[in-house]
């Protein structure tokens, strides 16, 4: 119905498939290693109920009200000064912020402002679901590099590259989540980052840098934010307090160049006209009150025994052929299944079976690679991962 009627774009439009995946496993007899919840145990409820107890009382009507579309000032000039002093990025003012309703929304301003139809963007293969989804209304050219352990592979980048260029083409922009990226876990080391930045200036293209887990590290030592070795304002970076605060609250940022952030704010202006007034005060009082730097090593000891609960389940119960990344933190690890084992046919019995993942095609615009599929280990407990992975080894040995 209405077919006729549908725009190109809606005609266009695809349900992402975890989106999708997460009505299927609404039965709580299903233990789901799945969506990419935080756990409920990592939210601050009686804080954040006193900071808006707070913020009533004080100021009601004003956080209560429409605001700017870049954001309230007071609160840009919160997350320039922890950008500064915590992400080590040099030379930024709080016109070079952008608040968002969400990482997801830096993403869809990201396409609107920079994409046309047939433009290349380049991704990491396996990508971020959600980068697909936003970007494809403005029909893009997906070209998707390959990574390994060390994150995307830059030399596979510069070859492709390479290739373009011969073919008279460049690329409108390189996206990346180089800290234990979503799905794989792996994170990208410096080596590579900066390459990556050269490769940018020599093929004079940009970079929009995703960091979304960057706080959550449970191993290993901090690599540098690609932003912050940016001396040529090539990066765009997206931040979030989805994973250090709430998804609930819905409360992001950009981090780029002034002329990007004000294309930015217009197209903004056409979808939301604003970010949530009350929450961006509310994530700022967290930030100002000392909260947020207090609350980070509890999410991280809770989280570290969690991976350490799903990595030791792992040795313990997968077949031999079975591979998986061992992440230094964030939120996922991913499973590479023998070459003729397809993990899309395997999801029905894995249901049967009472335990769901993501499968991993739907990371990758060609929808390949079907031996692979993404686990999470923040939202299900320690006990419902070890019978997850349990109850996922015996699908698994069938099928070998």
């Not at 992400?87 to 070079?96: C, L, M, T």
């Not at 596979?156 to 180089?178: H, V």
Request: glycine share 6%; net charge neutral.
């Amino acid at each position: 119905m209405f077919d006729e009627e549908f725009s190109e774009i809606a005609k266009s439009i695809k349900a992402s498939e975890i989106r999708e995946l997460l009505k299927v496993v609404q039965n709580p007899e299903i233990i789901s290693l799945a969506g990419g919840l935080p756990s409920p145990d990592a939210f601050p409820v009686e804080v954040i109920r006193e900071i808006v107890d707070d913020l009533m009382e004080k100021e009601g009507p004003k956080v209560l009200q429409y605001g700017s579309t870049d954001g309230v000032n007071s609160f840009r000039d919160v997350i320039v000064e922890r950008a500064t002093n915590k992400f080590g990025f040099s030379n930024i003012h709080r016109e070079n912020v952008l608040i968002l309703a969400g990482s997801q929304q830096g993403l869809y301003l990201a396409a609107k402002i920079f994409v046309n139809r047939k433009d290349i963007v380049i991704v990491e293969a396996p990508t971020y679901v959600g980068v697909l989804t936003a970007f494809q209304s403005y029909f893009p050219t997906f070209v998707d590099i390959e990574m390994d352990k060390d994150g995307m592979n830059t030399h596979l980048l510069e070859s492709k590259l390479k290739e373009l260029k011969k073919e008279g083409k460049k690329p409108k922009l390189i996206y990346t989540i180089p800290t234990f990226q979503n799905p794989a876990g792996v994170t990208m080391n410096l080596e590579r980052r900066k390459h990556l930045l050269e490769l940018a200036e020599e093929y004079n293209t940009l970079i929009l840098e995703d960091g979304p887990y960057e706080e959550l590290r449970y191993s290993g030592k901090d690599v540098p934010r690609i932003k912050s070795l940016d001396k040529n304002e090539r990066v765009m970076y997206l931040g979030t307090f989805s994973k250090i605060l709430s998804p609930g609250i819905r409360i992001a940022f950009m981090i780029a160049h002034e002329d990007i952030i004000q294309k930015a704010i217009l197209a903004k202006q056409g979808v939301d006209l604003c970010t949530n007034t009350l929450s961006q005060y509310i994530a700022q009082e967290y930030i100002r009150r000392g909260y947020l730097d207090r609350q980070i090593p509890k999410i991280i000891k809770l989280y570290k025994e969690k991976r350490d609960t799903m990595l030791d389940s792992l040795e313990d119960y997968f077949p031999e052929g079975v591979d998986w990344t061992k992440p230094d933190g964030g939120m996922f690890l991913w499973v590479t299944l023998p070459k003729h084992v397809d993990a899309e046919k395997l999801f029905p019995k894995a249901i049967e079976h009472k335990v769901a993942y993501v499968v991993g095609s739907a990371f990758y615009p060609k929808r390949d690679h079907k031996n692979t599929m993404r686990l999470n280990f923040t939202y299900p407990s320690n006990e419902m991962i070890k019978e997850g992975i349990k109850r996922l080894a015996s699908v698994i040995k069938e099928a070998l």
